[in-house]
């Protein structure tokens, strides 16, 4: 260094005590071995490169595995509360109406002339239906349905005598909503014993 330089440098660290100190350890140092210098500087960048290795090696670190076993845990809960909803709202309860009938059924039915039409489960399972439906009409006689069939469905279902409007009701709520029927034209005749 120049005169210049390390007058500058003295009044520099007059200010500044890190730097004087450094200076007066240089100055008891009395010169820097290489060699030495060398050595530490293969030893830094050694475990530099074994922490790299390591960092690599440990990837999965453990906040890393907290965080997936968090969300693990989470996903789990999720798919649960989805799957016991989805059981609870799609569980149908099963009821199983039980019919007590009499020996002689009550209700009796047979075709007119002039229609085509057929319950689909045939007629014996159309008289013990209709028996159970009407088993608690209090009507009596014989009567006369006559309706025509559009895609299996009664349409314009006429009922005579009509002189109990229950019975009426019952009937033609059966005839259209709770019977499938096959054929265009139906005609009934329906006889009601006490």
């Known amino acids: 260094m120049s005169k210049e330089e390390m007058y500058e ?14 200076i007066d350890g240089y100055k008891l140092q ?3 071995d290489s060699n030495q210098l060398s050595i530490l500087q293969q030893r830094l960048a050694r475990k530099i490169a074994a922490k790299a290795e390591d960092k690599k090696q440990r990837f999965y670190s453990w906040h890393r595995l907290t965080i997936a076993m968090a969300a693990a845990v989470l996903f789990l809960v999720a ?13 149908t309860e099963k009821n199983t109406e039980v019919i007590l009938m009499d020996q002689n059924m009550k209700v009796q039915s047979n075709i007119l002339d002039n229609a085509n039409a057929v319950p ?5 399972k ?31 279902i006429q009922i005579s005598p009509a002189n109990n409007q ?3 009701q019952v009937l033609s709520s059966f005839i259209e909503q709770k019977i499938r029927w096959t054929g265009e034209k139906g005609g009934i005749v329906i006889d009601v014993q006490e």
């Not at 689909?120 to 014996?124: A, K, N, S, T, Y």
Request: aromatic share 14%.
């Open 9 to 22: 440098m003295e009044r520099e660290a007059l200010n500044d005590p890190f730097l004087q100190d450094a």
């Open 120 to 124: 689909v489960g045939g007629w014996e």
């Open 79 to 91: 798919c649960s509360l989805i799957m016991f909803k989805y059981i609870t709202n799609h569980k």
């Open 30 to 32: 009395q010169g820097v």
């Open 166 to 168: 229950e019975f009426v």
């Open 126 to 156: 159309f008289n013990e239906e209709l028996n159970s439906e009407l088993r608690d009409i209090n009507a009596t006689g014989r009567f006369q349905v006559y309706f025509n069939l559009k895609g299996g469905k009664p349409q314009d």
